[in-house]
């Protein structure tokens, strides 16, 4: 590929991006429905904390008390308002026009305002959560916790999303809104990261802090392969096999939830997967969590999930993970997410978890690797690394993998299909 392929009217620009924890290239529009600009700073995926480092907050509405919901007459483009309610009462959907963000109503605060995240669009901060009711200032026997009885004085840590500019305040309320949609079916908390409400005070989301993300789960086991280097395991995913099966699972059924649920996804990548340790099992697992639904859509008519129309909101693509079709679309329009290209990206992830990096990784220009990724040839190019022998032909990982890397759309598998492949490889 030359690089005047890439001087197109909607692909102006590539912003090359090399970070401590990304390494690829993120295409971004400007602005929502704009066409594809040049960003001065790419965002790391505001769900998926890098390693904590403090930063200064941008907002001094941070850590203050949440508006409750009020009535909306302007409708749901009015931004900070919560004009209805809907809570989790049934598994199926309510419907996404009658959808406003649940608001958060408790109260936060951010000690220090501890960047977990942040990017062209967001900052995540942490946060620590306050309880409703005071402990207790009476004496109480040194046997007796001071407070008790009644709620701790130190609550749940929080991770808050909050906008980084004011032309991003729409993003994160749509977000809020397919959070809200999502999270009405009990199953949601099986696969998405929990979600608490929308702080309509500082126009900021409001979650669980999970700091471990895939990405760094797969680099750490990636060192680790390389400094123990053995013939009896060099077969396996860096991860290990029982490991990689059990994200492969959890992450395949979770991408069928968020499908069945009319939602595609739009930025599946290793770094917008977050891990929450077990706490049952002798050994250390992990439950696979699906956060940044910022590039997310829903779509309400059953004959346009699998190619919707474009969403007026931003367009975000990695192209490490980016289905081939999404990136040849650049060359002449833009690019809009499907319910297939969420399938290719996840079998990316995936290989990603397998080998401890992305396939592309020996590539030694930004623009070589986009033509890799376009060519839809990813067990290909990831055998050639220095841990190819973990997809090897026929072995576990390549077999889960069929279907679900088919470069021909019609070809490829649904999310339930590839559900029920996966548990038929693993079952055989």
């Not at 062209?120 to 942490?126: D, I, N, Q």
């Not at 008790?148 to 004085?153: E, F, H, Q, V, Y």
């Not at 290209?341 to 079998?347: E, F, G, I, M």
């Not at 050639?384 to 576990?396: F, W």
Request: charge should be negative.
């Amino acid at each position: 590929m030359h690089p005047s392929d890439l001087n197109t009217p909607s692909l102006q620009k590539l912003s090359l991006v090399s970070s401590k924890t990304h390494d690829s290239l993120r295409i971004m529009s400007d602005a929502p429905g704009t066409p594809i600009t040049e960003q001065s700073k790419i965002m790391t995926p505001p769900c998926t904390p890098p390693p904590y480092h403090l930063g200064k907050a941008p907002m001094e509405e941070l850590g203050r008390r949440a508006i409750p919901s009020i009535s909306n007459p302007a409708g749901d483009n009015a931004q900070g308002v919560c004009e209805t309610t809907v809570t989790p009462t049934a598994e199926e959907s309510p419907s996404w026009e009658m959808i406003s963000p649940r608001p958060y109503t408790g109260t936060y605060r951010s000690p220090g305002y501890e960047e977990l995240g942040h990017g062209a669009w967001s900052t995540v901060y942490r946060a620590i959560e306050t309880p409703e009711t005071p402990p207790s200032t009476l004496p109480t026997p040194p046997s007796s916790p001071a407070g008790l009885p009644g709620k701790s004085a130190i609550g749940r840590v929080l991770a808050i999303k909050a906008p980084a500019r004011n032309d991003a305040h729409d993003i994160i309320y749509h977000e809020a809104r397919v959070l809200t949609y999502l999270h009405c079916s009990r199953r949601a908390s099986d696969y998405l990261v929990p979600f608490h409400g929308y702080d309509a005070t500082s126009k900021s989301l409001v979650m669980d802090a999970i700091p471990l993300n895939l990405e760094m789960h797969a680099k750490c086991g990636l060192k680790n392969a390389r400094a123990n280097f053995s013939t009896r395991t060099m077969f396996d995913p860096v991860c290990g096999s029982q490991e990689w099966q059990s994200l492969a699972t959890q992450l395949i059924a979770g991408l069928d939830f968020i499908h069945s649920n009319k939602c595609i996804h739009g930025d599946i990548k290793p770094s917008n997967i977050l891990l929450c340790p077990d706490e049952d099992g002798p050994s250390k697992t992990y439950t696979p969590l699906y956060c940044d639904f910022s590039s997310s859509r829903i779509v309400t008519d059953d004959s346009n999930v699998s190619n919707p129309e474009p969403a007026p909101q931003i367009t975000a693509l990695t192209p490490d993970y980016a289905s081939p079709e999404l990136l040849t679309s650049l060359r002449s329009t833009v690019a809009v997410a499907t319910t297939a290209a969420d399938v290719y990206a996840l079998a990316v992830t995936l290989v990603v978890a397998a080998i401890g990096e992305s396939p592309y990784a020996g590539a030694g220009m930004e623009v070589l690797k986009l033509s890799m990724a376009r060519e839809g040839k990813v067990l290909e190019f990831a055998r050639q690394a220095d841990q190819g022998t973990r997809i090897m032909k026929g072995k576990m990982v390549e077999r889960c993998l069929k279907g679900a890397l088919e470069k021909d759309v019609g070809q490829r598998s649904t999310a339930k299909e590839w559900k029920d492949h996966v548990r038929a490889v693993f079952e055989g």
